[in-house]
Structure formats: C-alpha cells, structure tokens
C-alpha cells in the first residue's frame, strides 16, 4: 500500500514538473507575441494597399461621385461588388472606365 502512495505521488510529481518545462529537444514553436509574424493593422494597410489603375476617388467630386453611384445601384452585382470593393472598381469592372 504504501508503494503504491509513493509511486502515485512520484507520478504526479513528475507530471506537474514537466507540463511547466517547455521541450527543449523539439522545434521552436512560434508564439503570436513574436515580432516577426504579426504587423499592426495601419503598416498591413500601407503595405498591401494596391494603387487602383484609372481615376482617384479624390479626384471626384461628390456629385460625380453620386451620379457613378446611381448607376451601379441598378445592377445588382455592381451594387454588391460597391459595397465590398469601393464605387469606382465597381463602376470600371461592369461598365468600363469613368467618363469624367
């Protein structure tokens, strides 16, 4: 009986010491507090902005805006693809280039 107490507490012993002992033999695991991996959100934005080809939305007045607005609202994947890629993709993916 008491071998079995003894071998029991050795047991877990043994298993609290090494669940807080990082291996040292495997490979380096990565965590996500590492500098490498991860970038705050305005560097990724800068990063993978893409320079979109034609007209600016800057250079766009609001009425100019609005008018490519009311025209993409018509077709329904026009209008789906405004809400996810921005008004002047959209406009230039289903109807060519801004006239203006």
Do not use: W
Request: net charge negative.
């Amino acid at each position: 009986m008491k071998n079995l107490t003894i071998l029991i507490f050795c047991s877990m012993m043994t298993a609290s010491l090494s669940a807080g002992i990082p291996d040292s033999s495997g490979p380096k695991s990565e965590s996500p507090s590492d500098d490498g991996v991860f970038v705050k959100r305005e560097e990724a934005s800068t990063l993978v902005r893409q320079k979109r080809a034609g007209v600016a939305a800057a250079d766009l007045s609001v009425a100019q805006l609005e008018s490519l607005r009311e025209v993409c609202e018509a077709d329904l994947a026009c209008e789906h693809m405004m809400d996810t890629s921005g008004i002047i993709a959209a406009y230039t993916a289903h109807y060519g280039p801004v006239p203006f």
